[in-house]
């Protein structure tokens, strides 16, 4: 009969206590907030007084707790539209006649990225930029 008060002391009061003091040790690891020093110093409280230190650390920790803090998952943004969906786009405006042969061929220059693709052509520029003329100015 003397097993049987090995396992209720053993069930409800070893393991319970052993998982408190592991977590307190985790916590301890696993918080960002505390410095290297208050780190090293509740470590060799809880490592030094098991019973005693966890249940202090339990008590007075600073800060939010492991298990209170706020888990939000990271939202990735949505790709946007690609090369191939955007020359499709293009090319579509141009044979239903929004660009003219040039604008088409801007577009498609800057969307492959080839150089001198930066200015707009036709109607589309912009108030501080030029035309460049063949003949030279004075």
Known sequence: MDWFWHALWIAFVVIPVTIAWLACVFDIF????????????????VLV???????IYLIARPGVPWF?????????PEPGPSVADELAKVDD????GVLTDAEFEAA??????EPGAGQPVGKHRGPNQQVASAAPQP
Do not use: E, F, Q
Not at 30 to 45: E, I, N, P, T, Y
Not at 108 to 113: H, I, M, Q, S, V
């Open 30 to 45: 696993a918080r960002s907030d505390l410095s290297g020093w208050a780190k090293v110093g509740w470590l060799l409280l």
């Open 49 to 55: 007084l098991p019973l005693i230190g966890a249940m």
């Open 68 to 76: 209170d803090r706020d888990i939000t998952p990271v939202v990735r």
């Open 93 to 96: 405006m141009h044979r239903n």
């Open 108 to 113: 498609k220059a800057r969307l492959l990225g």
